[in-house]
């Protein structure tokens, strides 16, 4: 493979990672993140398939399930900035991006940056805010940069907001509507732990967490593996299997709402990295199935009458990955 070259912050031109050296790497930061982090790491892995896919992620569960922490955590090992930004009712988009702050002394305006200005962000409770702020938010993601009063300030490379939900509590929410979710690469949902996962939790609380955290990566080797995930080989054969499943669902009887073509760009980037951190440097149908899952779970919308059946849209991607035919 020849090695290229891409943009760090800074400009300067830096080379792009091997594959063998994005599979080595994101094996040893998963490995790290379940050294410290109970369970759960299919959702570090789909997270870490976000980040070097340039896309952002929903995590959904109750309270209590350590999504901060993990946030947190996963910030550590990749060496990024990280912001957590707990989201209310009156959270104004300037507590988000910013604002011009006036110096008396030298009778000029300064910009504070606001809490997006990092890495990795943690919106905490996303739901929680009102729609002008998700929209000043969601915004953000889509054009990674922030525009206040004529001035666009480009946001620090890599970025990631890793956006929580509350399925349950729904009094004083502004839930996202389904064209704002779309915005999200992957829904995540979290679930309880195992029995004997839970027990190691309170194991690890009782005798003290581990403080040896590793840092195993930086801001600008983060890039140099997004930029190389992207030189991943995409057959056509491939191709056209991501786009029936896409065009499956605008069909599909028990689907009110079907993907959108940025499902399908997501399907294709996400697989490119999967592969990529499996050491191939080409796609094979795994990869898509794997993620379609996380893919569309948050972008189709049933029809009335398949929710009263009970019917949910991961059984509904399940028939449909059995109706459309796989490459071989």
Known sequence: MTLDA?????GDSIPLMTISEVHDLTSEILRECGRIIVGKIDIMRDTLIAFLSNGHVVLEGVPGLAKTYMARTFASILGCAFKRIQLTVDTLPADLLGSNVFNQKSGEFWFRKGPVFSNLVL??????????????????????????????????????????????????????????????????????????????????????????LRTLADPTTMIRMQETCKTVYLDEDIINYIRDIIVKTRNDAQILLGGSPRASLVLMNASKTRAAMHGRDYVVPEDIRKLVVQTLNHRLVLKPEAELEGLTVERVVSKILGEVDCPR
């Open 6 to 10: 891409t943009k760090s912050n800074t």
């Open 123 to 212: 919106a905490d409770e996303i739901n929680r805010c009102p729609p002008k702020s998700q929209s000043a938010l969601l915004e953000v993601m889509e054009e990674r940069q922030v525009s206040i009063e004529g001035v666009t300030r480009p946001l620090p490379r890599p970025f990631l907001i890793i956006a929580t939900q509350n399925p349950v509590e729904q009094e004083g929410t502004y839930p996202l509507p389904e064209a704002q979710l779309d915005r999200f690469m992957f829904r995540l949902v979290l679930d309880y732990p195992t029995g004997s996962e839970e027990a190691e939790v309170i194991r690890r609380k009782h005798v003290g967490e581990a403080t040896d």
